[in-house]
């Protein structure tokens, strides 16, 4: 039996840790026999951008993956607050159609006053923290359009009395709608945006407007998120 309840923002992770805030680690937060086992995903929607001034002029991503560090799970119980972070080194693939689960901790069962969850988006490598590519077209002019994000993100969101039981199981499911991220840049904008060997790159050293205005977009915006739950031991 399946549920879905608005809550989150989430990704994932391997190497799990948990400590109530100005105190010491507790070790055996990671080893709860009872709770609700969480995981994450990273998922996208809406890959389309309709751009106003031109009828069937739009911005379409086609491919793109993201480069998450941490997950944070933090909430207040009681007048105590906890909270679980999880380092994650995998990518992930923004436009698979089937979305990995990545890591997972226990979360002990009870009502959380409040719950955030934050995941922090950063370069790993030589590779950016987010990259999105895709494609202009007016009907008349094409060209291919490439995001690169190299700068530290942080999305997050926050619940309040949100119930976790025993025996449960919760992916917390984020979902990036791609056509709010170009929000407030119009089709002049990017027509009279430099090219790179014919390429749109929005970038923090190519199109800087531009580039930031991507980058608030990302972080101002509430993205849509939940957790699917499945009571352990159904199908």
């Known amino acids: 039996m399946r549920s879905k309840l608005l809550v989150c923002a989430a990704l994932a992770a391997l190497a799990v840790s948990s400590c109530k805030k100005n ?7 990671t080893t709860n026999t009872s709770g609700a ?64 689960s990545f890591g997972g901790f226990t979360i002990p069962s009870g009502t959380y006053d409040k719950i955030e969850l934050k995941i922090d988006l950063d370069k790993n490598g030589q590779n950016p923290a987010m990259e999105l590519d895709g494609q202009y077209s007016n009907g008349t002019t094409t060209f291919p359009v490439q995001l690169i994000i190299t700068d530290f993100m942080e999305l997050q969101t926050e619940q309040t009395n949100v119930t976790i039981t025993d025996n449960t199981s919760f992916t917390a499911v984020t979902v990036l709608d791609l056509s709010t991220i170009t929000a407030g840049i119009s089709e002049t904008m990017l027509l009279s945006a430099k090219l790179t060997n014919g390429t749109l790159i929005i970038s923090s050293g190519s199109n800087r407007m531009i580039y930031n205005m991507v980058l608030d977009n990302f972080r101002n915006h509430r993205h849509h998120c939940m957790f699917e739950h499945l009571d352990k031991g159904k199908k």
Request: aromatic share 8%.
């Open 23 to 29: 105190d010491s680690v507790n070790p055996s937060a």
């Open 37 to 100: 086992d969480m995981s994450y995903q990273l998922t996208t929607t809406n890959p389309t951008a309709e751009m106003r001034t031109t009828a069937g002029a739009n911005l379409q991503w086609t491919s793109g993956y993201a480069n998450p560090s941490v997950v944070k799970f933090e909430a207040q119980k009681g007048g105590t607050e906890i909270e679980y972070k999880s380092t994650n080194t995998a990518q992930i693939d923004l436009m698979s159609p089937v979305a990995v």
